[in-house]
């Protein structure tokens, strides 16, 4: 399976799984997995499209090439795959308790789903869709959400007309009763995709930045630094 990997300079605060947006393994996503690493990390993005052949990935404008790669993944493929992950990482010493995930996009929808699995710490869901009526044959992302294995938090723009408010409400109330942390941040003026900077037309500086902050304390507080 291809995947961005990167490594910290310095001391190793934990591991941090990025898994993609629905356009696949981006620059964008090779950027943020070298960010994390430069926040101390190990991080690795796993390409999930690779049943294609390779790594493939689709143009922000182009929309409908991206539809035949999403549906031919399946629950089973993305456990199987987010595993794989998971031992690729326990190969290099991390256990359970120093691995999280952050996902953006249909990779929100992917985190979110990882943590009620076993083998994460630490979650961080940026716009994942999929709230109400669920994405790969899983249930709801609100289900879901209430069987929360791990820690976990959300970050939704208010302006995502895929991801209504109403839904990133129920989904509160979801985590809510998962028994374990989770904390899900609205901005008020972000739209889906706020976080990446490759997409002028929905990016948004502030948000971005805020939820970024957000998720490395989370993580840096969640995780056992790898020693």
Same mark, same amino acid.
């Not at 143009?59 to 456990?79: Q, R």
């Not at 990446?196 to 948000?207: G, I, L, T």
């Not at 989370?218 to 020693?227: D, E, I, K, V, Y």
């Given at each position: 399976?291809?995947?961005?990997?990167?490594?910290?300079?310095?001391?190793?605060?934990?591991? &941090?799984?990025?898994?993609?947006?629905? #356009?696949?393994?981006?620059?964008?996503?090779?950027?943020?997995?070298? +960010?994390?690493?430069? $926040?101390? #990390? +190990? *991080?690795?993005?796993? =390409?999930?499209?690779? +049943? =294609?052949?390779?790594?493939?990935?689709?143009?922000?404008?182009?929309?409908?090439?991206?539809?035949?790669?999403?549906?031919?993944?399946?629950? @089973?493929?993305?456990?199987?795959?987010?595993?794989? %992950?998971?031992?690729?990482?326990?190969? @290099?010493?991390?256990? @359970?308790?120093?691995?999280?995930?952050?996902? #953006?996009?249909?990779?929100?929808?992917? %985190?979110?789903? *990882?943590?009620?699995?076993?083998?994460?710490?630490?979650?961080?869901?940026?716009?994942?869709?999929?709230?109400?009526?669920?994405?790969?044959?899983?249930?709801?992302? &609100?289900?879901?959400?209430? /069987?929360?294995?791990?820690?976990?938090?959300?970050?939704?723009?208010?302006?995502?007309?895929?991801?209504?408010?109403? @839904?990133?409400?129920?989904?509160?109330?979801?985590?809510?009763?998962?028994?374990?942390?989770?904390?899900?941040? +609205?901005? $008020?003026?972000?739209?889906?995709?706020?976080?990446?900077?490759?997409?002028?037309?929905?990016?948004? =500086?502030? =948000?971005?930045?805020?939820?970024?902050?957000? %998720?490395?304390?989370?993580?840096?507080?969640?995780?056992?630094? /790898?020693?």
């Amino acid at each position: 399976m291809p995947a961005f990997s990167a490594l910290p300079a310095g001391d190793v605060r934990g591991a &941090v799984i990025v898994i993609q947006e629905a #356009f696949g393994l981006t620059d964008h996503i090779g950027v943020v997995t070298e +960010r994390f690493a430069a $926040e101390g #990390f +190990r *991080a690795v993005a796993p =390409a999930l499209f690779h +049943r =294609a052949g390779g790594s493939p990935v689709a143009s922000y404008d182009d929309i409908p090439s991206v539809y035949p790669l999403m549906e031919a993944l399946s629950a @089973e493929s993305i456990a199987m795959d987010v595993d794989a %992950t998971l031992a690729f990482l326990a190969s @290099e010493g991390f256990g @359970e308790s120093q691995i999280a995930m952050v996902g #953006f996009c249909m990779g929100g929808s992917v %985190t979110l789903f *990882a943590c009620t699995r076993p083998g994460l710490a630490a979650g961080a869901t940026y716009y994942g869709g999929g709230l109400a009526t669920g994405r790969f044959g899983l249930p709801s992302g &609100v289900e879901l959400g209430a /069987h929360l294995n791990c820690d976990w938090i959300g970050h939704f723009g208010d302006l995502d007309k895929g991801i209504p408010v109403d @839904e990133v409400e129920a989904l509160r109330v979801g985590v809510g009763n998962s028994g374990h942390s989770a904390t899900v941040y +609205r901005y $008020e003026n972000a739209d889906h995709g706020f976080n990446c900077n490759d997409r002028p037309s929905v990016y948004n =500086a502030e =948000a971005a930045a805020q939820a970024w902050e957000r %998720t490395i304390s989370f993580f840096s507080n969640t995780l056992r630094p /790898h020693s």
